[in-house]
Nanobody, 123 residues
């Protein structure tokens, strides 16, 4: 079965850090760009970060630049989140770019979604 399996997340205080992990099962990530998305209550899903297949192409939403770092291993992609604030509270998802190894200009054409993981930033 082809899927992305997520781990990490949880509750953290403002200013704290969390790391999310996404591991492929049933296929290899080596040829695909991978992205992280998030969806806060009552809001639309938004793209957070993307990493190209070779790890050199990086893309971040303006809201997380300088605070989040995306990186990848053999068959995993991780999102290191620092200086978290309440606006970062959301369910986070990883997904595979179905168009290949380069991050797209937009946030479309993603599939093979992870199951989602909750991040709560609160005192």
């Amino acid at each position: 079965q082809v899927q992305l399996v997520q781990s990490g997340g949880g509750l953290v205080q403002p200013g704290g850090s969390l790391r999310l992990s996404c591991e492929a099962s049933g296929y290899t990530l080596i040829n695909y760009a991978i992205a992280w998305f998030r969806q806060a209550p009552g809001k639309e899903r938004e793209g957070v970060s993307c990493i190209s297949s070779n790890g050199r192409g990086l893309k971040y939403a303006n809201s997380v630049k300088g605070r989040f770092t995306i990186f990848r291993g053999d068959n995993t992609v991780e999102l290191q989140m620092s200086d978290l604030n309440a606006e970062d509270t959301a369910v986070y998802y990883c997904a595979t770019y179905l168009g290949g190894g380069l991050c797209p200009a937009g946030w479309h054409s993603f599939g093979y979604w992870g199951q989602g993981t909750q991040v709560n930033v609160s005192l």
